[in-house]
């Protein structure tokens, strides 16, 4: 099973500490965006199956920067998640709980960060042998409050809060020890991406880095 003890990946993810969650539409803006966040210590990234050039987003990053640690995010199906590792993903993290999704992981011994939004989808991901889930959407569903009333019943549970993190709060959850790294959804907003403004994106990754790494 993924114990945070002996998986690799989870072990990239708490390093980098926040992991900028990525929606990319032009596979050509794949390989500049990972560089641009990698130059700045952003070494772990999420590419979100929100548009039909996720795919190919994960296949020209993991070719062109091998030393960049890749998750698919919002993956909803087990064929997705194929997709995924196909293409190149090391770890599926998807939003919320589907056991179709999360059984063809373990099956296939692939990293899985489920999202959980209540205590019993956390027991769930519990008996499935799980100790990493994602908090989805962290900020709405209570932020560092609900994760600071989680840490009494699952103690050895680590989170992923990601939604509503923002570098004006992200060190407070940061702090907690329940909370193993979190996805950061400002660092590469698609406005820049739109623009091709790289260096904007790479000054917010310096920020996001100088509040993981104080």
């Known amino acids: 099973m993924f114990s945070l003890d002996y998986t690799p990946i989870f072990h990239q993810?708490?390093?980098?500490?926040?992991i900028p969650v990525l929606t990319i539409s032009s596979p050509s803006d794949a390989v500049p965006?990972?560089?641009?966040?990698?130059?700045?210590?952003?070494?772990?990234?999420?590419?979100?199956?929100?548009?039909?050039?996720?795919?190919?987003?994960?296949?020209?990053?993991?070719?062109?920067?091998?030393?960049?640690?890749?998750?698919?995010?919002?993956?909803l199906t087990p064929e997705q998640a194929e997709l995924a590792v196909r293409s190149g993903a090391q770890a599926v993290i998807s939003p919320g709980i589907n056991p179709e999704t999360i059984d063809w992981c373990l099956s296939n011994h692939v990293p899985i960060i489920p999202g959980c939004a209540t205590p019993s989808e956390v027991e769930f991901c519990m008996r499935r042998g799980l100790s990493l889930v994602k908090l989805f959407p962290a900020a709405v569903l209570g932020g560092t409050a609900l994760l600071n009333a989680l840490k009494g019943p699952y103690p050895s549970m680590k989170f992923m809060p990601t939604g509503g993190i923002r570098p004006e709060n992200a060190a407070e959850y940061l702090q907690l020890s329940n909370v193993w790294c979190c996805g950061g959804?400002?660092?590469?907003?698609?406005s820049l991406l739109n623009d091709g403004n790289f260096g904007a994106i790479g000054s917010l990754a310096a920020e996001a880095f100088a509040i993981a790494h104080p």
């Open 13 to 18: 993810l708490h390093s980098t500490k926040i």
């Open 185 to 190: 959804t400002w660092i590469a907003p698609q």
């Open 33 to 75: 965006l990972a560089a641009t966040l990698a130059e700045q210590g952003l070494n772990a990234v999420e590419i979100t199956f929100r548009t039909e050039a996720a795919a190919k987003a994960i296949s020209e990053i993991a070719y062109s920067l091998p030393q960049v640690t890749l998750c698919a995010g919002t993956v």
